[in-house]
T-cell receptor
Framework: GQNIDQPTEMTATEGAIVQINCTYQ??????LFWYQQHAGEAPTFLSY??LDGLEEKGRFSSFLSRSKGYSYLLLKELQMKDSASYLC??????????WGAGTKLIIKP | GAVVSQHPSWVICKSGTSVKIECRSL??????MFWYRQFPKQSLMLMAT?????????EQGVEKDKFLINHASLTLSTLTVTSAHPEDSSFYIC???????????FGPGTRLTVT
């Protein structure tokens, strides 16, 4: 079957760094997405990885290892506005997104 | 960047009435649109996949006669919740996939409250 696993909740301190892990099992693979979702709002796109390695985009970076079925989202210099849910989604061979349940990130001052 | 709009943003209706939600891709053509439902503090749940000019593909457990989907053009898909009941109250989100097929762009969502 197809499955995405990510932690339910994480807590970090303002100004620090946090890494949110995601493991996936899909029928075929066409990329790994990370989305940010604030309460009551639709998800917004953060990153897309289809090749192994690290993609850096400002304070956010995303890493992919296809052989391990593993990705992480790295958030640096955390700000209070980064408090949100972070959704990991893998695209299968039919170009359908398989969603994780999301990781609720709580930032403390 | 690609923009997807949804209308209305929020709607309150009485039990037994029908509600139509529109999803539009504003600056790109979307051969495929997706409809999701999200209950509070839960992840997105895919309801159906809509392809332009053909019938939608519904996920298991989603009633096709209750959630009518029409994808009449490359920029518009509609979801009609028929005979709405309080348990249908939820956040409904659409997304559209561009022709490259590599990314989904989300609409802002529609909050439906059925009284």
């Amino acid at each position: 079957g197809q499955n995405i696993d990510q932690p339910t909740e994480m807590t970090a301190t303002e100004g620090a760094i946090v890494q949110i892990n995601c493991t996936y099992q899909t029928s075929g693979f066409n990329g790994l997405f990370w989305y940010q979702q604030h309460a009551g709002e639709a998800p917004t796109f953060l990153s897309y990885n289809v090749l192994d390695g690290l993609e850096e985009k400002g304070r956010f970076s995303s890493f992919l290892s296809r052989s391990k079925g593993y990705s992480y989202l790295l958030l640096k210099e955390l700000q209070m506005k980064d408090s949100a849910s972070y959704l990991c989604a893998a695209m299968d061979s039919n170009y359908q997104l398989i969603w994780g349940a999301g990781t609720k990130l709580i930032i403390k001052p | 960047g690609a923009v997807v709009s949804q209308h209305p943003s929020w709607v309150i209706c009485k039990s037994g009435t029908s509600v139509k939600i529109e999803c539009r891709s504003l600056d790109f053509q979307a051969t495929t649109m997706f409809w999701y439902r999200q209950f509070p503090k839960q992840s997105l749940m895919l309801m159906a996949t809509s392809n332009e000019g053909s019938k939608a593909t519904y996920e298991q457990g989603v009633e096709k006669d209750k959630f009518l989907i029409n994808h009449a053009s490359l920029t518009l898909s509609t979801l009609t919740v028929t005979s709405a009941h309080p348990e249908d109250s939820s956040f409904y989100i659409c997304s559209a996939r561009d022709l490259s097929g590599n990314e989904q762009y989300f609409g802002p969502g529609t909050r439906l409250t059925v009284t």
